[in-house]
C-alpha cells in the first residue's frame, strides 16, 4: 500500500532521497504500523513528540500498534510549541 | 520586595511628570503588570470613555520579576481602553525596555491627558522629562529609535515607539520597542498616537532588590534546569521558533485561511519555518539568519531574517536589506494563510514594514483577507481600492497595503478602521472574522473547539494569548484532549485564563509555561515578594484579574451578546481536514463556562462571585 510520509523541523533529514517540500510517498507492506514506517527510514522514536495520522493525533506511546491504511498521511514532529 | 516602590505618573496635559508610591495593597492583591494596571485603569478612568480621546490614560507597566535574573523575566505590558475594540487592553511584549524600565527606578508609567505637541519621555535613572519630539513625528520606529540614541548619546537607551500607524490612529496601531518587539494588540499604539505621545525613552543602571535573595536565586536556578531539560523550550523552540506551528496546524485543519473561508493553506509549507530555513531559491542563502532571545531569556525562540536583496520588494530599497525581526507564527499566518500569499519573502517584507510603521501584523493580515473577501465578493472593486487588485494569493497586493496603511493613504485609510468597521461600511458585518472588534490569531474554532470559546470571552477581544488551549488541544501539553469535541473544553479555558492572567502579571513569559507549571512559577514570585505566594494564591490572583477585566468591559457597555463568534465558524462547516463537517460549539460551552465562572445567565458576576473574590 502507498502512503505519504511527511517528517518536520528536525526529522526532515531522515527523508528519503525524493522528498519535496518534507513529504513523500512510499510504498509500504500491507498492515504496516507508524513504528514499523519510523523505523524504516531510521527516525529516531524519542524525537517523535506529535504524530498526527490524516490530520488526527496519534499517541507516540502507541505507535506500534496504530495501523496504517492505504492513502494515510503520516505526519511527524519532534518537540514543537508556538503561539 | 521585587518592586521599586515608584510609579512615574505623566501629566501629558500640563507636561509635568511626578513619582508617587505603589499601592501596595493592589499589588498584594493583582500582583503586577497586567493585573496592577487593570487595577489603576478600572480605578482611574469612566470605563465608557472614548479610547482616543484625553480622559483614556495608557500605563506602562512591569511585573515583580521584570529586571531579575528570571528566566524571561524582561516583560512589560501596556494598559489601557484599546482603540480597536473599546475594551480594556493589555498588551504584552519583551525585548529589553521592560527591565530598563526597573532600572530607572519605576514600576509603572501612568499617562494621562493629552499633549499640545508631540513630545517623548525621557527618562534615565530616576529623572524624567518631557522633551519635544517634533523632529521625529511623522518618522518611523526605526529612526526614531536611531535619533533618540545619538541624540542623547545614550546607546544603551531602550526605545519604545510608535510609527506612522500610531501618528494617524490606525486602529490597530502598536507599540514597537527594541525595534522588533511589540505591545501588539487592541490598539494601544492609536491611544499613545492620540495622546501626542511619540516615544518612551529609558535609560537605568539600578538594579532589583528580592525579598530572600538565596531562595531567589535557587527557584530561577530551578526554573531554568527546567527549561533547559524541556524538549519544546530547550531544544524546539529556540531552533524553529513559534513558526514550526505552520504545518502543525495546517495538518491539524484549524489554519484560518482566505478570511476562514478555509481551514488548510496549500502554501503553508512554503510560508512554514522549515521553509525560512532553507536556502533561497535566487541568492542561496536562508531567510532566517538567527534566533534571539529577549532579556533574561534562556528559550531564545525570536526570529532574525534578511530579505532576498534582489525581490521585487526590497530591489531597489538598500534601507530594507538588513537583518531584523522575522516572521513569528501568528505574523505568518495573517500576512499569508488569511490572505492567501505563500511567498516568504513579501511576507518578511510586510513584517519589516509592521515594525518600522507600528502596525499589528495579526490585525492587518485579517483586515486584508476580509477586504479581499469583499473585493472577490464584487462587494468593493478597483473604484473603492485605488486600483489595488486585491485578489487572495497576490503578494503585491498585500506588500502595497502594507505600505498604505500606515500612512492611512488611499485604501490604506480604510484597511487601517479594522475589519469590523470595515465589513460594516460596506454592509457586510458577516465576513468579519472579530470578536469584540479584534481580529481572531491563527487557530479555527472549528478544528479547535476550545479556541471558539476561547475568543468568544476574551476581555480583550479575539485573543489566542488569553487561554491557548492549543497547547492541549494540538500538542499535548500539559496533557491532550480532543481538539474536535467541546466536552470538558469550558472548564479548560477557564483553567487557561485563570492560570494566564496570572503568569502575565509576574514579568515572566507565558511561553516557560511549556515547560513550567506553576508550580515552577510559584517559588520564583514566592522568593521576590513579601507574604507568601503559592499556586493557589497566583490561582485566585488570575480568577481575580479576569473578573475585574469582566468588569470593567460590563460597565463599559458589552453584554453577553459580544460574547460570540461570527456566524461562519457557527453555521459554515469546515471543508476539509481531519475538521471536515464541523462548526464551532460554542453555545453549547458559553452556558457551562458562565457557570463554572460563577456568573449569571447573562454573564455576569454573581455577588457571591464578587465577594469570593474581594472585588
Given at each position: 500500500m502507498k502512503v505519504t510520509l511527511k517528517l518536520y523541523a528536525s526529522l526532515g533529514s531522515f527523508l528519503p532521497a525524493g522528498a519535496h517540500r518534507n513529504a513523500i510517498e512510499i510504498e509500504v507492506p500491507d498492515g504496516s504500523s507508524i513504528g514499523d514506517v519510523l523505523a524504516q527510514h531510521q527516525v529516531p522514536r524519542e524525537n517523535c513528540h506529535l504524530i498526527l495520522v490524516n490530520g488526527h493525533f496519534a499517541p507516540p506511546a502507541t505507535a506500534d500498534e496504530k495501523v496504517l491504511t492505504d492513502g494515510d498521511v503520516l505526519a511527524v514532529w519532534p518537540p514543537v510549541a508556538g503561539g | 520586595m521585587g518592586w521599586t516602590g515608584k510609579v512615574l505618573r505623566v501629566d501629558l496635559t500640563n507636561g509635568t511628570c511626578s513619582d508617587e508610591d505603589l499601592n501596595m495593597e493592589w499589588a498584594d492583591q493583582y500582583l503586577g503588570q497586567r493585573g496592577l494596571a487593570s487595577k489603576y485603569l478600572a480605578e482611574?478612568?469612566?470605563?465608557?470613555?472614548?479610547?482616543?480621546?484625553?480622559?483614556?490614560?495608557?500605563?506602562?507597566?512591569?511585573?515583580?520579576?521584570?529586571?531579575?535574573?528570571?528566566?524571561?523575566?524582561?516583560?512589560?505590558?501596556?494598559?489601557t481602553k484599546g482603540a480597536l475594540t473599546g475594551a480594556i487592553a493589555c498588551s504584552n511584549s519583551g525585548g529589553y525596555l521592560g527591565a530598563e524600565l526597573k532600572f530607572a527606578g519605576y514600576d509603572m508609567i501612568i499617562f494621562e491627558g493629552r499633549a499640545k505637541k508631540p513630545v517623548y519621555l525621557y527618562l534615565i535613572d530616576g529623572k524624567a522629562e518631557l522633551l519635544d519630539a517634533s523632529e521625529i513625528w511623522g518618522t518611523s520606529v526605526w529612526d526614531t529609535d536611531a535619533w533618540l540614541k545619538s541624540r542623547h548619546q545614550e546607546p544603551q537607551m531602550h526605545v519604545a515607539a510608535i510609527g506612522i500607524a500610531g501618528e494617524n490612529?490606525?486602529?490597530?496601531?502598536?507599540?514597537?520597542?527594541?525595534?522588533?518587539?511589540a505591545a501588539g494588540r487592541s490598539g494601544v499604539g492609536a491611544v499613545m498616537g492620540s495622546k501626542n505621545l511619540?516615544?518612551?525613552?529609558?535609560?537605568?543602571?539600578?538594579?532589583?532588590?528580592?525579598?530572600?535573595?538565596?531562595?531567589?536565586?535557587?527557584?530561577?536556578?530551578?526554573?531554568?534546569?527546567?527549561?533547559?531539560?524541556?524538549?519544546?523550550?530547550g531544544e524546539g523552540l529556540p531552533t524553529y521558533g513559534t513558526q514550526v506551528l505552520m504545518n502543525v496546524i495546517h495538518e491539524a485543519g484549524a489554519l484560518p485561511t482566505h478570511n476562514s473561508k478555509d481551514v488548510q493553506f496549500d502554501g503553508a509549507r512554503d510560508i512554514s519555518a522549515e521553509a525560512m530555513a532553507e536556502p533561497r531559491g535566487k541568492d542561496g542563502k536562508p531567510n532566517l539568519l538567527a534566533n534571539q532571545a529577549c532579556f533574561g531569556c534562556t528559550i531564545a525562540c525570536g526570529r532574525i531574517s534578511k530579505i532576498d536583496e534582489e525581490h521585487y520588494t526590497v530591489v531597489n530599497k538598500p534601507e530594507y536589506w538588513h537583518a531584523s525581526g522575522g516572521l513569528e507564527y501568528e505574523a505568518a499566518w495573517a500576512l499569508?494563510?488569511?490572505?492567501?500569499?505563500?511567498?516568504?519573502?513579501?511576507?518578511?517584507?510586510?513584517?519589516?514594514?509592521?515594525?518600522?510603521?507600528?502596525?499589528?501584523?495579526?490585525?492587518?493580515g485579517a483586515t486584508l483577507g476580509a477586504a479581499m473577501e469583499l473585493y472577490e465578493e464584487g462587494i468593493i472593486t478597483d473604484k473603492d481600492t485605488g486600483g489595488l487588485k486585491l485578489k487572495f494569493g497576490s503578494a503585491k497586493a498585500l506588500t502595497k497595503s502594507a505600505e498604505l496603511v500606515g500612512k492611512a493613504e488611499g485604501f490604506g485609510k480604510v484597511l487601517g478602521l479594522g475589519s469590523k468597521k470595515m465589513c460594516d461600511k460596506y454592509g457586510k458585518p458577516e465576513l468579519s472574522m472579530t470578536v469584540k472588534g479584534q481580529e481572531f490569531p491563527a487557530y479555527d474554532p472549528r478544528?479547535?473547539?476550545?479556541?471558539?470559546?476561547?475568543?468568544?470571552?476574551?476581555?480583550?477581544?479575539?485573543?489566542?494569548?488569553?487561554?491557548?488551549?492549543?497547547?492541549?488541544?494540538?500538542?499535548?501539553?500539559?496533557?491532550?484532549?480532543?481538539?474536535?469535541?467541546?466536552?470538558?473544553?469550558?472548564?479548560?479555558?477557564?483553567?487557561?485564563?485563570?492560570?494566564?492572567?496570572?503568569?502575565?502579571?509576574?514579568?515572566?513569559?507565558?511561553?516557560?509555561?511549556?515547560?513550567?507549571?506553576?508550580?515552577?512559577?510559584?517559588?520564583?514570585?514566592?522568593?521576590?515578594?513579601?507574604?507568601?505566594?503559592?499556586?493557589?494564591?497566583?490561582?485566585?490572583?488570575?480568577?481575580?484579574?479576569?473578573?475585574?477585566e469582566r468588569q470593567f468591559n460590563l460597565k463599559a457597555g458589552f453584554t453577553k451578546k459580544d460574547d460570540t463568534l461570527p456566524k461562519r465558524l457557527l453555521k459554515d462547516a469546515a471543508k476539509t481536514g481531519p475538521a471536515k463537517g464541523k462548526v464551532n460549539d460554542l453555545g453549547k460551552m458559553l452556558p457551562e463556562y458562565y457557570q463554572l465562572r460563577g456568573w449569571t445567565k447573562d454573564g455576569v458576576p454573581t455577588n457571591e462571585t464578587l465577594s469570593r473574590l474581594a472585588l
Open positions: - | 482611574e478612568i469612566n470605563p465608557k470613555v472614548d479610547p482616543l480621546s484625553a480622559d483614556n490614560k495608557l500605563i506602562f507597566v512591569t511585573g515583580p520579576l521584570t529586571g531579575t535574573c528570571a528566566s524571561t523575566g524582561g516583560r512589560y505590558s501596556v494598559v490612529q490606525v486602529l490597530y496601531a502598536c507599540i514597537v520597542n527594541d525595534l522588533h518587539r511619540k516615544a518612551v525613552a529609558v535609560r537605568g543602571t539600578g538594579g532589583v532588590k528580592v525579598d530572600d535573595f538565596k531562595a531567589f536565586l535557587k527557584a530561577t536556578n530551578d526554573g531554568k534546569k527546567v527549561l533547559a531539560e524541556n524538549a519544546v523550550t499569508g494563510a488569511a490572505t492567501g500569499v505563500n511567498d516568504l519573502e513579501a511576507l518578511t517584507y510586510a513584517n519589516f514594514i509592521c515594525n518600522e510603521q507600528g502596525l499589528d501584523p495579526i490585525s492587518f478544528g479547535v473547539q476550545g479556541m471558539g470559546l476561547t475568543y468568544a470571552t476574551s476581555n480583550r477581544g479575539a485573543c489566542h494569548l488569553r487561554s491557548y488551549t492549543v497547547s492541549s488541544e494540538i500538542l499535548g501539553i500539559p496533557e491532550k484532549t480532543d481538539p474536535h469535541t467541546s466536552d470538558g473544553k469550558a472548564g479548560l479555558v477557564k483553567a487557561f485564563q485563570d492560570a494566564t492572567s496570572a503568569v502575565d502579571s509576574t514579568g515572566l513569559c507565558v511561553f516557560t509555561t511549556f515547560a513550567w507549571t506553576l508550580e515552577d512559577i510559584a517559588p520564583q514570585v514566592d522568593a521576590a515578594l513579601s507574604g507568601k505566594w503559592d499556586v493557589d494564591r497566583l490561582l485566585e490572583t488570575g480568577e481575580r484579574i479576569w473578573n475585574l
